[in-house]
Every structure is written in C-alpha cells, then in structure tokens.
C-alpha cells in the first residue's frame, strides 16, 4: 500500500488519545494518519468531566494529554457525533480501521426498592453538574440537610467531599459561578457514605482518603463497631501496601475528637443498602441497610439486622456504565461493545464471544472495551493490545479496504453535512478563553459552561485580559 494506514478513533478522552500515541509508536514498517472525533466540543473525557475539581494532581494529566495533540501528527474534531454527524458506514468508507473509545459516562444500576423516587441521584448527574458539563442543566438541588452517598470507591469520597466543602474553598479551582453559587446556597450539614464491607475492602486510594481528611470546618465521624478485620482483611493489608495506608488513615479517624465544625461527614462500613425509603410526592424520607459481617475471606454476609437512617437525598456512586452506540453490538451485561481482545464481533450471533465473526477493521479500546475498572493509566495497556491486533489485520490483508482515503474527504463530509466541528487550534483559543476568565481573579482559568459558549470561544481569537 503506498498511502498511510487511516484511522479513525471515536472519543477523544485518555482511552483515545493513549491509543493513537501509541499507534504512532509502535513498531511497524508502514504510514499511520490518524483522526480523533469527538461529540463534546472539547477532548479529555472524564479527566474534564469526571474528576473533581479540587484535584490539582489532574492537571498533570491533561498536560501530557496536550502534548500528544500538540505535536500535529494527529487530527482532532470536536462537535462531532456519532450516530448523528457521523455513522459507521461513513468511517468504513473513508478509514481502513475505526476504533471506538467512547468510555462510559452513565450510572451503573443499583437494584433496589426506591432507586428512582425524587431526590435519589445518580453520581453521574451531580459529577456532571459540578464539573460544568456543556450538556447538562446549570441548577443542582442542594435543599437537604442531611444525605447519603452510597459507593465506597474514589468517586463515592469525590461526590461526599463536594456535598462537605465551603464553597469558598474552592475558589480556587475551574468551578464557574453557578457551581460556586449552587454549592454556596447549600443546606447540606451531613453527608453519610455507606459501604458494604468493611474498611480493608474499601475501594479508595490513599490519596483520596488522606485528602478528605483535610478538608476545612468538616468533621470526619466513623463508628469503631464498624472497624472489623478478619483473616481475609488482614491478608489484604499484609500484601497490600496501599491497603495498609488506607486502614491506617481511616483508623486514624476514630482518634478524632469533634471540633463542632458546620458540616460532618460520617464513613459507614459493613452496611449494604437494600431501599431506599419514601414516595413519589415526598421523595426520599430515608435509607434502609442491612448490617454485614466478614466471613473470614474479606467477603460479608447479611446479619438480618437492620437500620434505617434518616437521610432525605441519596448520590448512589456504585460505578459508571457503557452506554450502546448506533449500529454497533453491544453487550447490555456487561455494558461494553462486544469483544475478543479489541476485536469487534457480531454480537447478534448465536455463538460465544470467542467463536462469533469478528467485524473486519473495528475495534475498541478503554472502559467500553473492558468495563469501567482500573485508573487511567489502565487505558494504555488495552491501547496496547488493540493496536496489536489491528497490526497484525492489517499485515495479514484482513482490513477492508475503504472508497477514499484522501484525508481531505472526512472534511468535505462534515462540511457538507453543515457539521461544526472544532480542530485542534480551537480547542487551544478556548483554553485561552478560559484561562482569560480566571485571571481577574488570580485563578489559572474557569470553565466555559455552555456548549454555545465552548464552540464560541474556539472560533475566535482571545485577546490579553480578555
């Protein structure tokens, strides 16, 4: 072939932005031209939209992200959608491999009596709505008191934090004024998290429970009856030096003397939610948990004992889930685009995922390919392994060959079809808008909120101090 490799990667957050870095640099004898879409006006994913905004350590992140745009070699469009701008039929027509890393972004389901009465959230939405989602309302009900978030991982502690924390203190930070507004106007005094095994089994990192410590005028309340470690936890702790600073930190917690702050944040162990209490004209009047105990392995068991905790809003954080997308197999188990090791394949065969026919040139890398596990660094392990494959295909004649390859057709499609898409020197004049909008106020930057306010900001210039 006497022309590059083109490829095209739907989602432009880390999963996507790994893999085509690391295409670049792979070992091969042949071209690569790569394209990222993107459907929001801005690339990142959730290190934008899924990371709270008091983590600074994020920032790191985004900047290596940044530099693997910033070298040129691959092309980005924003503001583009799949199943809507674009279809699968277009990419096979103009791309010898599409490779989708679209993530996931929605709640996973917690099946229990009472999930959707009014005031029960999923962590996704309120995430959304403090991270200045483009798509999302700019109003968040904080009118409660006192609420529980059920999850014990690192977004379970993010969402708990932002319900604890003095707006003020986080004006420092992105947050645009109506977050700052709506946290400010905030009637929360308790926020409860409950986990259902006990604190060797916890999901958090150190970091992240070291940091909740920290946070001002807010006490950290735990209950020594909840403190229990059996064979299993300790073996966890012994082999585990993260688990070991995560007990420690949290058992550190029960030292704690209360010091009357305004707000209190209370750590549950060994309670698993099974309702959530009230109606549809009163929403949330409480939340009922079963009481657990280890059974010798870290693993928990029902006791039959029950507690009713008087919370009137409920932030369910117990994971995020694959989202399907138009035209392709999705596995609604799972919540991935069915699989082998990246490889796409028909999902409406009646075989096994292992025997179905694979979906000559589409492939998947990041959480829609394996699930919503692991960190982000995870990503590049399942780049690298897609990547290897699509080599491999494309060395053994298996990749089909598209219609056109020029890479001026897929802008003569969206411009035709009257799509709005942002290139890369847009996404960097709204990062000049933004860091523009913090800099009156001794802030790095503030987020642009809107979608037209985005899209605005990348189509002109930025003037100093504007």
Same mark, same amino acid.
């Given at each position: 072939?006497?022309?590059?490799?083109?490829?095209?990667?739907?989602?432009?957050?880390?999963?996507?932005?790994?893999?085509?870095?690391?295409?670049?640099? =792979?070992?091969? *004898?042949?071209?690569?031209?790569?394209?990222?879409?993107?459907?929001?006006?801005?690339?990142?994913?959730?290190?934008?939209?899924?990371?709270?905004? /008091?983590?600074?350590?994020?920032?790191?992140?985004?900047?290596?992200?940044?530099?693997?745009?910033?070298?040129? %070699?691959?092309?980005?469009?924003?503001?583009?959608?799949?199943?809507?701008?674009?279809?699968?039929?277009?990419?096979?027509?103009?791309?010898?491999?599409?490779?989708?890393?679209?993530?996931?972004?929605?709640?996973?389901?917690?099946?229990?009596?009472?999930?959707?009465?009014?005031?029960?959230?999923?962590?996704?939405?309120?995430?959304?709505?403090?991270?200045?989602?483009?798509?999302?309302?700019?109003?968040?009900?904080?009118?409660?008191?006192?609420?529980?978030?059920?999850?014990?991982?690192?977004?379970?502690?993010?969402?708990?934090?932002?319900?604890?924390?003095?707006?003020? %203190?986080?004006?420092?930070?992105?947050?645009?004024?109506?977050?700052?507004?709506?946290?400010?106007?905030?009637?929360?005094? %308790?926020?409860?998290?409950? &986990?259902?095994?006990?604190? =060797?089994?916890?999901?958090?990192?150190?970091?992240?429970?070291?940091?909740? &410590?920290?946070?001002? %005028?807010?006490?950290?309340? !735990?209950?020594?009856?909840?403190?229990?470690?059996?064979?299993?936890?300790?073996?966890?702790?012994?082999?585990?030096?993260?688990?070991?600073?995560?007990?420690?930190?949290?058992?550190?917690?029960?030292?704690?003397?209360?010091?009357? =702050?305004?707000? +209190?944040?209370?750590?549950?162990?060994?309670?698993?939610?099974?309702?959530?209490?009230?109606?549809?004209?009163?929403?949330?009047?409480?939340?009922?948990?079963?009481?657990?105990?280890? /059974?010798?392995?870290?693993?928990?068991?029902?006791?039959?004992?029950?507690? *009713?905790?008087?919370?009137?809003? @409920?932030?369910?954080? !117990?994971?995020?889930? &694959?989202?399907?997308?138009?035209?392709?197999?999705?596995?609604?188990?799972?919540?991935?685009?069915?699989?082998?090791?990246?490889?796409?394949?028909?999902?409406?065969?009646?075989?096994?995922?292992?025997?179905?026919?694979?979906?000559?040139?589409?492939?998947?890398?990041?959480?829609?390919?394996?699930?919503?596990? &692991?960190? @982000?660094?995870?990503?590049?392990?399942?780049?690298?392994?897609?990547?290897?494959?699509?080599?491999?295909?494309? !060395?053994?004649?298996?990749?089909?060959?598209?219609?056109? =390859?020029?890479?001026?057709?897929?802008?003569?499609?969206?411009?035709?079809?009257?799509?709005?898409?942002?290139?890369?020197?847009?996404?960097?004049?709204?990062?000049?808008?933004?860091?523009?909008?913090?800099?009156?106020?001794?802030?790095? +930057?503030?987020?642009?909120?809107? +979608?037209?306010?985005?899209?605005?900001?990348? +189509?002109?210039?930025?003037?100093?101090?504007?």
């Amino acid at each position: 072939m006497n022309r590059p490799l083109r490829v095209a990667i739907v989602g432009a957050g880390p999963a996507g932005i790994y893999a085509a870095d690391l295409f670049t640099k =792979a070992e091969r *004898d042949f071209e690569v031209s790569i394209d990222l879409f993107e459907r929001l006006p801005a690339p990142f994913g959730l290190v934008r939209y899924g990371v709270a905004p /008091d983590h600074p350590r994020i920032k790191g992140i985004t900047n290596a992200l940044v530099k693997i745009l910033d070298r040129g %070699d691959i092309r980005l469009f924003c503001n583009v959608d799949f199943g809507t701008d674009i279809h699968l039929e277009d990419l096979q027509k103009l791309y010898d491999v599409v490779i989708f890393s679209t993530g996931c972004f929605i709640d996973a389901n917690l099946r229990i009596p009472g999930v959707d009465l009014p005031r029960s959230y999923g962590a996704a939405e309120f995430v959304n709505w403090y991270d200045a989602h483009p798509d999302v309302s700019q109003e968040w009900p904080l009118d409660q008191k006192s609420v529980a978030v059920i999850g014990n991982g690192n977004v379970a502690l993010d969402v708990a934090r932002m319900l604890a924390k003095q707006a003020d %203190d986080l004006l420092t930070t992105e947050i645009p004024d109506h977050v700052y507004q709506g946290l400010k106007k905030s009637q929360v005094t %308790d926020v409860h998290v409950f &986990g259902r095994r006990g604190p =060797a089994q916890a999901k958090f990192t150190p970091l992240e429970i070291r940091e909740l &410590g920290q946070v001002k %005028d807010v006490d950290i309340v !735990v209950y020594p009856e909840d403190f229990e470690f059996d064979e299993g936890s300790m073996k966890s702790i012994q082999e585990s030096n993260q688990v070991k600073q995560v007990t420690k930190t949290l058992t550190d917690f029960t030292l704690r003397e209360p010091t009357g =702050a305004k707000r +209190r944040l209370h750590l549950h162990f060994l309670h698993s939610p099974v309702s959530i209490l009230g109606d549809e004209e009163s929403g949330v009047t409480g939340l009922r948990t079963e009481r657990q105990e280890l /059974d010798g392995t870290g693993n928990v068991t029902g006791t039959g004992e029950f507690h *009713d905790w008087d919370v009137t809003a @409920i932030y369910r954080a !117990v994971g995020y889930f &694959g989202t399907p997308l138009p035209q392709l197999p999705f596995d609604a188990r799972k919540g991935v685009i069915t699989n082998v090791e990246g490889r796409v394949v028909d999902g409406e065969s009646q075989m096994t995922a292992n025997e179905a026919p694979v979906i000559p040139g589409v492939y998947v890398t990041g959480w829609i390919k394996r699930g919503p596990v &692991g960190l @982000i660094g995870h990503t590049k392990g399942d780049a690298l392994e897609t990547i290897g494959h699509v080599i491999t295909d494309f !060395v053994e004649g298996k990749l089909p060959e598209p219609d056109n =390859a020029d890479e001026s057709a897929i802008v003569e499609l969206l411009k035709s079809r009257g799509v709005d898409f942002i290139d890369w020197e847009g996404i960097h004049r709204l990062e000049a808008a933004e860091r523009a909008s913090g800099a009156p106020h001794g802030r790095e +930057r503030i987020k642009v909120a809107t +979608r037209e306010g985005m899209i605005a900001a990348a +189509r002109e210039a930025v003037t100093e101090g504007r």
